[in-house]
């Protein structure tokens, strides 16, 4: 079976430091990383990653604006699309309730919850 591909965009050097480590030596994952949800969508459509997870709090455009334009774009609105956040009050739970995402998953974590929130969230058992 093919190796997992996970795009992650995200502004943090600290989180693009730490979750490719994490994907790579707990699940073998490979980790295609983007600081901008511009450099991010470029990236979808000339990779194909099997699973995005994308940033909501993102400088120049945010994650939900950048999902929302992933959506229309027919090369990757197919690809799974979990949202990273820090902002998981009831109203944000609401908004992305009404997103066509795969899942959410809150911020700060710890490596290994992350890998495993993923693997639940798509459904892998690799």
């Known amino acids: 079976m093919a190796k997992k591909r996970i795009l992650l965009i995200d502004d943090e050097p600290g ?15 490979e980790t295609l990383v983007a600081d901008s949800c511009q450099a991010g969508i470029i990236i979808a459509e000339t990779e194909q990653p099997d699973a995005i997870l994308l940033d909501v709090m993102m400088p120049e455009i945010d994650g939900i604006t950048a999902f929302q334009q992933m959506q229309v774009n027919p090369i990757i609105r197919l690809i799974p699309i979990i949202l990273l956040t820090a902002k998981a009050q009831a109203s944000d739970r609401q ?4 997103l066509a995402i795969a899942g959410v998953i809150t911020k700060p974590f710890k490596a290994p919850d992350l890998v495993q929130q993923v693997r639940l969230i798509l459904n892998w058992d690799d």
């Open 15 to 29: 989180i693009r430091q730490v979750i490719p480590v994490a994907f790579r030596v707990i699940a073998a994952w």
């Open 95 to 98: 908004r992305f309730a009404q």
